[in-house]
Each structure stands twice: as structure tokens, then as C-alpha cells.
């Protein structure tokens, strides 16, 4: 009786849903937990144009689901994606930032609107986004225009693929690889689907958080 128990309970950790840290967590003797440290990038990257899609209804749901535009990280992704826009910075670029950190709370949404794996991150699950450990980004010239690039933001077909050849010109594949350079140095992994995806290799150490994004940084 005692090894089923424990087979019972060891699969019940195994299928439990991953921890998410809540906008005011409570730590022992009802001390306020420290809440994760995320940092604005804005603060670390000054020259980096914001165009976060979801403050606003220019994306693929049609709609705005962020109450503000801020671009948030855990701070060890904050400090190397700035060490990749100073490398791009010397070759004449500027980061484009489309999307950062973002609430579990916006992720159920987003899954409520566009159920679609692969695309969307099942929120039981989460997102690296939902960690803070992942962003949505692609270049800028000098002057803050976008380049080039292989697809516009949220294309969800193959030519949004990492490797993709077909249909992409020379110029939009040299600027994919020099923004894949610049965040691969820096210890970002890219998503194979998309291009514009990038994610810290011990993204799946950090707790999902559910921060507002009012809170987160300040």
C-alpha cells in the first residue's frame, strides 16, 4: 500500500501545473515575498524603438491586451540583450522590441481568443514570455526604421521559420542572422518557428509570474 501512495503522489507532482508566482505572493509569517526582478529595457536600452504590439490592436488578435507599452525582463536577460543591441549598435543597428515579458493573466487570454499550439502557449504551461525570460524583436537602422526582414511580425506560416530560405531575399535573411549573432552571443536561444523569438537558456528555471505589468519594474 505504501509504494501505490507513493507512485500516486509522484505522479501527481509529475502532472502538476507548473508553480506561478502571484502579483502579492505571501512568504512565511506573512512577509511580502520579494517579487522577481524585472527590469524596463528602456532603462538599459535607450535607443531601442518600442513598438509593442499588444498595447495596441495592431496584431494578430486585433485588439490590445497590455494596458500600457513597457518592455520588461528578468534582469540577467535584461543585461545581455543590452550587450546584443551594443553589438548591433557598432554595425550601424537598433533593437525593434515587439514584445517582452507578459502576465499570465494576458497569456489565458490570448489562448482563450487563438487556442492554436505551436503558435500560443497553452497557459497551463506557459510561455518564456510568462516568465520574463523571452522577447519578440527584430532591427532598426540608425534612424529607426525597420529593415527588412523575412516576415512582418506573428506570421504563422513557413517563411517564419528560423532557418527559412524560400521566398526570403538576401537582404532580410543577412539582417535575420545578424540579429540571431548578436542575441546567440549573448545566450539567447532562437524559437524555430519564428524568427523574432528569442529566449534566455535557463528560461525554464523562473516561475510563471502574474505581475500587472503596471507593478513590474517600478
Do not use: K
Not at 532562437?190 to 500587472?212: C, G, I, K, Q, T
Amino acid at each position: 500500500m505504501a509504494a501505490v501512495i507513493s507512485l500516486l503522489a509522484a505522479a501527481a507532482l509529475a502532472t502538476a501545473p507548473p508553480a506561478v508566482w502571484p502579483a502579492a505572493p505571501a512568504g512565511p509569517a506573512g512577509e511580502a515575498t520579494p517579487r522577481p526582478d524585472l527590469v524596463d529595457v528602456a532603462r538599459l536600452v535607450p535607443d531601442a524603438v518600442l513598438d509593442l504590439r499588444y498595447a495596441s490592436g495592431d496584431n494578430f488578435l486585433g485588439r490590445a491586451l497590455y494596458p500600457e507599452a513597457r518592455c520588461l525582463l528578468l534582469r540577467p536577460a535584461a543585461e545581455g540583450l543590452a550587450r546584443a543591441a551594443a553589438r548591433l549598435r557598432r554595425q550601424g543597428y537598433r533593437l525593434l522590441l515587439w514584445d517582452c515579458y507578459r502576465p499570465l493573466s494576458v497569456q489565458r487570454e490570448m489562448w482563450r481568443l487563438q487556442p492554436r499550439p505551436g503558435y500560443v502557449a497553452d497557459p497551463r504551461r506557459g510561455s518564456h514570455h510568462n516568465r520574463g525570460a523571452a522577447l519578440d524583436l527584430s532591427l532598426a537602422a540608425a534612424d529607426g526604421r525597420p529593415v527588412e526582414m523575412p516576415t512582418p511580425f506573428d506570421t504563422f506560416d513557413r517563411r517564419a521559420h528560423a532557418g527559412a530560405v524560400e521566398g526570403i531575399s538576401e537582404a532580410a535573411r543577412r539582417h535575420r542572422r545578424l540579429l540571431r549573432e548578436a542575441l546567440e552571443a549573448e545566450g539567447f536561444l532562437v524559437n524555430p518557428r519564428e524568427w523574432w523569438h528569442f529566449a534566455a537558456r535557463d528560461a525554464w528555471s523562473h516561475p510563471l509570474l502574474d505581475v500587472p505589468l503596471s507593478e513590474a519594474g517600478r
